[in-house]
């Protein structure tokens, strides 16, 4: 069983540059989340993607954008990249129906200049 | 906003048992516990959940009060690799349900 994978490990950009983070989901897994997480703050919901639809927002702009893969891998596009955007980006996969029980990735860190 | 509270650092000795309270006094019914860490700049990795019954796996022990209310989290002998920041968080488990995050709880486990 592979558990859940991103890439890049590391990324920097300048602003209003756009980025693409990539996620693995675990094997087995049906539904991919995708959190910000600022440094010294505890990750923040950004939104879930299910049947390669986005299903549920956390309270960033739509300038943060998704997909879901039919083999369940995700991206998540960031446009217009601000200095704010600096963060630790965490996937998590899980399975609807199932348990629920949300698995991370080792997240990837990005960096605005 | 995190619907949980809980203190902001603790320090533990190396072998001995690690408790991390976990206040939720607005939980509902049909919330469960969870408890996630996080080793610096790594993912957050799930350690045990429940509902109401006190659970344990390879990792730690889950103690739920019977009003619900409050929680435990018990890691029985604490090692060097289990410094980092514990999360307790309340979430209805179904439905897709995303994790809210709180500043969780810094554990230092000292040699």
């Known amino acids: 069983e592979t558990g859940v994978t991103q890439s890049p490990t590391h990324l920097i950009k300048t602003r209003g540059q756009q980025v693409t983070l990539r996620c693995s989901s675990q094997?087995?897994?049906?539904?991919v989340s995708w959190y910000q997480q600022a440094l010294g703050q505890g990750p923040q919901f950004i939104f879930q993607?299910?049947?390669?639809?986005?299903?549920g927002r956390g309270n960033f702009p739509p300038r943060f954008s998704g997909l879901q893969f039919p083999n369940y891998s995700s991206e998540l596009n960031v446009n217009a990249l601000e200095l704010d955007d600096s963060a630790l980006y965490l996937c998590?996969?899980?399975?609807?129906?199932?348990?629920?029980?949300?698995?991370f990735g080792p997240g990837t860190r990005l960096l605005v200049l | 906003d995190a619907k949980t509270t809980q203190p902001p650092s603790m320090d533990c000795a190396e072998g001995r048992a690690a408790n991390l309270p976990c206040n939720h006094s607005?939980?509902?019914?049909?919330?469960?516990v969870y408890w996630y860490r996080q080793i610096h700049s790594q993912g957050p990795q799930y350690i045990i959940h429940?509902?109401?019954n006190n659970e344990t796996n390879e990792m730690a022990s889950l103690i739920i009060t019977e009003d619900r209310k409050s929680s435990t989290l018990i890691l029985p002998h604490a090692t060097l690799r289990d410094t980092a920041v514990y999360y307790c968080i309340v979430r209805v488990e179904g439905y897709g349900n995303k994790l809210v995050f709180g500043a969780g709880t810094i554990l230092r486990v000292k040699s």
């Open positions: 993607y299910y049947r390669e639809e986005e299903n």
């Open positions: 429940g509902l109401k």
């Open positions: 607005t939980i509902s019914g049909n919330e469960y």
């Open positions: 094997s087995g897994h049906n539904t």
């Open positions: 998590a996969s899980s399975l609807r129906g199932g348990r629920e029980t949300q698995y």
